[in-house]
Structures are given as C-alpha cells and as structure tokens.
C-alpha cells in the first residue's frame, strides 16, 4: 500500500494528504476499484501467461484453446539451457551481465563528478552543459550506428563486449547525470562548507549528511542504467556476432517458429527478463525519476 | 573559493588552507579557479562528445557519398542524391510515413490509457499497491522477450492465447465454429502497435501518476466544498495541472518510440509494409551495405527528432526551472 505514494522524495511528503483524501461515494468508488483491478490484471495477463507456459509441456503450450491447468514441467527450462542440444544461453547472458554492469560502474564514475560540478559548485552557464547532455540522448542510435560500426570494423573491435560497454555508458551517461545531479542539489552546501572549513568533521558530514542523500541516488541510477543497457538491441545485433553476442541477440533467435517451440520460447524470455524484473520492482519508486530523466520527482 | 577543493569529490581531500576572505580577482587566479570547477565535468563531456557527436558528423560527411559496401571503387561524393533517393524510393518514403503513424498512435493511446489509469490508482481502494506493481509489470519485460511474446504466446492464430479465448467463449456459448483471425498478418503494424502500447502505458501512467500526486490538495478540497463537481475539478484544476506532465510524456515517449526498432524485427521483421525508419536504415547499411544511402536517412530521423526534441527540451526546461525556483 504505502509503495504508492511513494514516488519519489518530494512525493513521499504528500503521503498524509494521498491518505486523507476522501472517497466521495462508496458505491461508485468501489466499482472504480474494482474497473482498477481489471485493467491492472489485463495488462499483466501477458506476462503470467509467459510465465505459465515456461512451466509447461510443449505439447500444452501449444493447444487450443488454452491449457491452463496443464501439468507443471521444467522441460521448456531444459532446453534452454541446452540440456541435450548443448547450446548453451550461457555465454550471451555473461556477456549481457558484463556490458550492464561495466556500463553501469563507468556512467557512475563519469557522471557523479559531473553531476557533481552541475550542482554543489555549479560551472558557470551550468544548465547549458545540463541541455546538451540531454539532447545527446534525443540523437537517434541508428544516426551514428553506421560511423560506429565502421570504425570497429576497421580496429577490429567488432564483436568485442568492450565496445558495448563504451557505448551503453554513452547512452545512459546523460540521464545518470540528471538524476545524480537532481539528488546531489538536495545536499546542503551550507554544512558542506562549514565542514570543509572544520576540517575533522569533513568525513563524518560526508557521511551522516551526504551519503544519506547521496547513496539512494546512487543505487537509483545504477538499476536504472542497467535495465536500459540490458534491455539494448540495435547496437548488439549489429556490432556482435559470436563471440560478445549478448541475452536480446541470443532471443532473436526465436523470431521465427521453430515446430514446438513456445515453452521453451518463454522460458528464454522469461529467464532474460528476470533481471529487468527484478531491477524495476526493486527500484520501481525511482522509475519514474529515472525515466523522465530526473524531471519528475 | 579555494582551489584543492574542487580538484576532486573523491577522499584524501586535505582540508584547504582557509582562503583569503576576498582574493582579489587576478585573471590568472580566475582562470584557473574556473578550470578546477570544470575538471569534474570534462570527463564526461568529452566522452559524450566523442562517442556521441563525432559519429553523427561522419553520419552526416557519409550521407553526400556515393558508399556502397558492394562496389568499393565507386565511392565518392554526389551531393544531395542520396536525400533525392530517400525522398523519392516507395520504400523509404513508406518507411517515414509507417514512423510518424506509429509514434502518433503509440504515443496517443498510451496516454489515454494511463491518464484513465493514473486517475483510477489515485484514488484509495483495496489492493491499490498491488495494482500499481502489476501496471508497471509490462515495461519491465525485455523489448525484445516482450516482442516474442506477443508473436507466439498470443497473436499465433493456431495456438495463441488471443485464439484460444476466443475458442474457449465460443465453445461457452456452444459452438464450435469460433472466428480464428491471423492477427499479423491481418492488421501487422496495428499488432506492432498493441505490443508496443502494451509497454508504454505502464511509462505514461508513472509520469502522470506523479503529476496527479503533486496537485495542490488544499485547493482541489476548497473546490469541492464549495461544490465544484468532479468533472468541473477534472477540468478546471486536475487537467491543467497535468497538461505538463502530458506533455512530458508525450515528448519523451515520442523519442523512444521513433527509435522503435526490438519490435518491428520481431514481429514482422520489417515485412508487410511495417518497416519503419530505424529498421530500414538497420537493413539498407546491414544487409544492403548502402552506407550513403542509410547515412542519409539517418540525417533524416535526426531532423524530424530534432523537431521532436526542441519541444521536449522546452517542456523539462519549464519543470526544471519551477523545480529550482522552488
């Protein structure tokens, strides 16, 4: 219940007065609950059939109509993993975990100094710099796609993780400095200051003032940098093929039907999807901060 | 203000010896005091510089070239004919016509949708959170598992869920002749459209939720006492609130959703006239290797973003600027 309410810092002030609110009438104040609930099950209607029909046979998977009741099975699971076939998902899934985290670990040490300079001791004609991070996000990928891969073509980094580590930290950076910046404005500089002249008490200001702050900002801008380089395909597909092919490269290869194949199909996308799952249910109070690029809080 | 300070947000920051009260301002000082306020920033600027404008400068030399991958002696410049061509090929021409249609669709419908949405979880019933989470659920599958989903879990006219229910109300009501569309290939980029705005909603409805929670309450209550009706309130106070909040989504979703390309590939991998911008230029430098000709449609998405993004960029400078004001 309280996860409402709680979007963000300035939203989690609001709290007392969500709660007050009165419903005017009873009767249709339930119907709207009740209309509420439907549309909510609708939309995640897909997803728990995903889920359901990875536990299934692929001979259920594949009736019509639907066996919902089917017996439970982890074959589709086995397949994916390559029990068998011995090919393996693996690789890409490493090599997905490696480009999100690398990305997110790089966007962290690049835009916390940044945010830092865009806010507590602000450069001058600050929000320029502030626009011109933003706008870079606004440049459509498939608008240096080409430049991009032909530069790795010709310094033979085409199929290397690295390379998607680079550019996913250039993806993310201009919203990691946003929200870093729009968490790092909360810090009082007034004490900051005080503190830095103190000396002895820098450390601990940091630490019981800053780092309060600061942290969940932190953790918000990772979770969110991490689903959206997880999430990634354009630049995947076409810079990778073997070697650094990643977990979105590896679904492609369901695209087209292959016999029964739908168990197995939503275990792969449900396994992909596990880490994004997680990610967004545990950062979902900052989603919207990090989606709107720190506009909304 | 002192110099050491600003050189670092790491630790092993010495405590600065305390400044002059007022040093005077020599150019030199100045300067350089400006620089250490800047290091922070510079890594970062100039990485983004490099690894996002540079590429687009070469998008935009490639775009006057004769390139193709195929017939590597005849490179050379042409001036405008690869704008001429995109302008002028059915397919391109299709593929810019297929992006605006796609965007204004997605982006229209998911608002709707999670302004509806948003309204309904603002107000207190059972289970709200729980509705909540699973709202958001959509936008947290993968594009690409979410894509595949919906291709063979719901829209496959032999076993998918959308069939089997229809099957399944049919046989409630006794027949055993239930209407069996094929979805895709019925109405493609409408399929491409639902899944999209299946993953999109859940984003609309976050923003406007959030709008519908900053409302000035005391206000809205002063309304009501004295007798506004809801839909007076809705109107007069709730909407223009949110207006901004609509906006925001508006443009930001129309950013995401013109780059659209997990889905297209998917679903119909660009086939029955679904192909839009992103996958044409994907095909036309990938598979094609017409690199003057992809380069050029390229410069082409970027001008119609731009379009886009300057009214974006004017919408969050307004919120911006009331967030500092505040």
């Known amino acids: 219940m ?4 709680d979007v963000g810092p300035v939203a989690a002030t609001r709290t007392d007065e969500g709660e007050a609110r009165q419903p005017r009438k009873p009767r249709s104040g339930a119907l709207l609950g009740v209309a509420a609930w439907l549309i909510g099950i609708l939309f995640v209607v897909p997803v728990l059939w995903m889920v359901l029909t990875s536990f299934h046979s692929e001979e259920d998977a594949a009736t019509n109509p639907p066996s919902v009741f089917a017996p439970l099975t982890l074959q589709g699971y086995r397949q994916f993993f390559g029990v068998g076939t011995g090919t393996s998902p693996w690789p890409s899934l490493l090599n997905s975990l490696t480009a999100s985290l690398f990305a997110t670990v790089l966007v962290l040490l690049l835009s916390i100094p940044a945010a830092y300079a865009l806010s507590i001791r602000p450069v001058r004609k600050w929000t320029d710099v502030m626009f011109f991070f933003l706008s870079t996000r606004f440049l459509p990928v498939v608008a240096g796609i080409l430049p991009i891969y032909l530069f790795a073509q010709w310094s033979g980094l085409l199929d ?20 870093m910046r729009s968490f790092l404005a909360e810090v009082p500089v007034e004490i900051l200051e005080a503190a830095s002249m103190d000396g002895a008490g820098l450390l601990l200001t940091l630490r019981r003032v800053v780092a309060p702050i600061v942290l969940p900002g932190i953790a918000a801008t990772s979770l969110i940098c991490f ?22 490269v590896y679904l492609t290869g369901f695209v087209t039907s292959q016999g029964l194949f739908l168990a197995q199909m939503c275990a792969a996308a449900f396994v992909v999807s596990l880490p994004v799952l997680i990610a967004g249910f545990a950062a979902q109070d900052k989603l919207v901060q990090g989606l709107s690029l720190g506009a909304v809080k | 203000m002192s110099t050491t300070l600003e050189t670092g947000t790491g630790r092993g920051q010495q405590p600065p010896t305390p400044p002059p009260p007022s040093p005077p301002p020599g150019d030199a000082l100045r300067r350089t005091a400006d620089w250490a306020r800047r290091a922070p920033l510079l890594p970062a600027l100039i ?9 687009f400068v070469a998008t935009l030399v490639i775009s006057f070239m004769d390139w193709n991958a195929y017939y590597p002696d005849e490179r050379g410049f042409t001036g405008l004919s690869n704008y001429v061509n995109v302008l002028t090929d059915v397919n391109t021409r299709h593929a810019i016509w297929v992006t605006i ?7 229209l419908v998911s608002l709707l949708l999670g302004m509806g949405i948003a309204l309904l979880l603002d107000r207190q019933f059972r289970g709200r959170g729980i509705v909540r989470t699973m709202m958001i659920t959509p936008f947290l599958v993968v594009p690409v598992a979410a894509a595949l989903v919906w291709k063979h879990a719901l829209f496959n006219p032999e076993y998918g869920l959308l069939n089997g229910t229809l099957t399944w109300i049919w046989s409630v009501f006794g027949s055993d002749n239930p209407p069996q569309p094929d979805w895709i ?27 519908l929670q900053s409302r000035p309450l005391d206000v809205i209550e002063a309304a009501r006492i004295d007798g506004a009706s809801a839909w007076q309130i809705f109107r007069y106070m709730t909407f223009p609130h949110l207006r901004r909040y609509l906006e925001l989504g508006a443009l930001l979703g129309a950013i995401y959703i013109v ?23 994907y095909q036309t430098f990938y598979t094609a290797h017409d690199y003057g000709l992809a380069s050029a449609a390229g410069v082409i998405t970027v001008i119609g973003t731009i379009l886009i993004a300057t009214l974006a960029l004017r919408t969050v400078s307004t919120l911006f600027q009331e967030e500092n004001a505040r």
């Open chain 1, 2 to 5: 309280s996860s409402i309410t």
């Open chain 1, 160 to 179: 290397n993780i690295w390379l998607l580590v680079v550019l996913y930290t250039s993806m993310n950076l201009p919203i990691a400095v946003w929200m």
């Open chain 1, 227 to 248: 689903i959206f380089s997880w999430n990634e395909l354009l630049l995947a597909r076409t810079l990778t093929g073997t070697r650094a092919l990643t977990a979105p």
């Open chain 2, 47 to 55: 990485f983004t510089i490099i690894i996002t404008q540079l590429p």
């Open chain 2, 101 to 107: 249609v796609l965007t204004v669709v997605v982006v």
């Open chain 2, 185 to 211: 290939t019925t109405a493609p980029l409408a399929a491409i459209e639902v899944s999209l705005i299946w993953q999109w909603t859940p984003f609309m409805m976050l923003i406007l939720l959030a709008g």
């Open chain 2, 259 to 281: 780059q659209t390309f997990d889905a297209v590939f998917v679903i119909t991998s660009g086939g029955l006239g679904t192909a839009n911008l992103p996958y044409v230029i």
